[in-house]
């Protein structure tokens, strides 16, 4: 009777070792699958297009031609999201810039800043006896790093296709060489121990963080950028008062600022969100502006607030390595 009882335990454990197991592994598959596919899916590229240089007789008055023609074949590209072009004029304007063909390294970042793109793509369209070759940079706002694409063919071919291949020829560069377009991204917790290993004992001030922010077309929930400021002057050892609990006047800087977010389109399932930061830093007692910033970013999510959210808490965490740094005195060395 016991030999019974201990193969039917031995046979009621294989049952279960045989049934639920391979069910569970074979969910764990599916998850880490979707999660792939999901990373894979986000992998979107603000892109700003800029002007075309016109070189050669048989250039002449194409440059507009060819912006027009390559934002409408690029804007169908899952992997990429133009940043609009009204948009890209009115930030251009008002910084002065009026950019073609050779962009400069801190052009490239400051219309990253104030756009969110991520590439810049610029370049040239040449004429050289009956060929036309259409030349284009894709630059990366963030590295500086630049990479070329082209297409070309006879003065005579069709300009809607020979824009079209350049769009495909645009497309599958950015996919190859996205790693060195794009930076490596690097986990918060080390970025936080490089600022505090370089900022070493210097004294804190101590700050106070108010920063208003709303969703075009949606109320806001909770405040993300001031929250996400907070965190990182804590982070690098700042003392935070609570204005909610009256603690302005014991601030030595006060850190102010305005986000919103609107909804700038949708990629496949995914809705695109552009969110814009401005923050100041002032002395409390003298009035004096200690740090004042700006930053655009693009956020994907398939919830419109969830990628509103995100959008202004990276535009925070990015400006709050830029500017809290700003705020400290170095030590003097002994």
């Known amino acids: 009777m016991k030999t019974f009882w201990l193969a039917l335990s031995v046979a009621a454990g294989a049952a279960l070792i045989t ?3 391979p069910d569970i592994a074979y969910a764990q598959k599916d998850e880490k699958k979707d999660r792939k596919e999901k990373e894979k899916e986000k992998a979107m590229y603000p892109t700003a297009l800029l002007t075309f240089e016109e070189r050669g007789a048989g250039a002449k008055d194409l440059g507009p031609k060819v912006v027009d023609l390559l934002f409408a074949k690029l804007a169908v ?7 609009d072009r009204a948009d890209l004029k009115k930030v251009l304007d008002e910084q002065s810039l009026s950019l073609s063909g050779a962009v400069k390294a801190d052009e490239a970042v400051k219309v990253g800043q104030l756009t969110g793109a991520k590439l810049i ?13 259409l030349v284009v940079k894709i630059i990366g706002t963030e590295t500086g790093r630049v990479v070329g694409a082209s ?48 900022l070493g004992k210097a004294p ?46 014991k601030a030595d800087v006060f850190i102010s600022g305005e986000g919103f977010s609107e909804v700038a389109g949708k990629v496949g399932n995914l809705i695109s969100v552009r969110a814009r930061l401005e ?49 400290i005195v170095p030590a003097k060395k002994k």
């Open 19 to 21: 049934g639920p197991f």
């Open 77 to 83: 590209k899952p992997d990429l999201y133009l940043v």
């Open 121 to 133: 793509l610029t370049g040239s369209i040449v004429h050289v006896d009956k060929k036309l070759y």
């Open 151 to 198: 297409a070309e063919g006879a003065v005579s071919d069709d300009l809607g296709q020979l824009v079209g291949n350049l769009a495909d020829s645009v497309e599958e560069m950015i996919g190859k060489q996205a790693d060195k377009l794009m930076p490596k991204p690097e986990p918060v917790v080390d970025r936080i121990a490089a600022i505090n290993k370089k």
């Open 204 to 249: 804190r001030p101590t700050v106070a963080v108010s920063i208003a922010e709303k969703h075009i077309g949606a109320p806001a929930i909770d405040p993300a950028a001031e929250t996400e400021m907070t965190k990182y002057a804590k982070d690098l050892v700042f003392d935070v008062i609570d204005l909610e609990q009256g603690g302005k006047g």
């Open 279 to 327: 923050v100041k830093a002032v002395d409390r007692k003298t009035g004096k502006v200690l740090a004042v910033d700006r930053q655009t970013v693009v956020a994907l999510d398939v919830s419109e607030q969830i990628a509103s959210k995100t959008g202004l808490q990276n535009a925070s965490a990015i400006l709050a390595e830029r500017m809290l740094p700003k705020l």
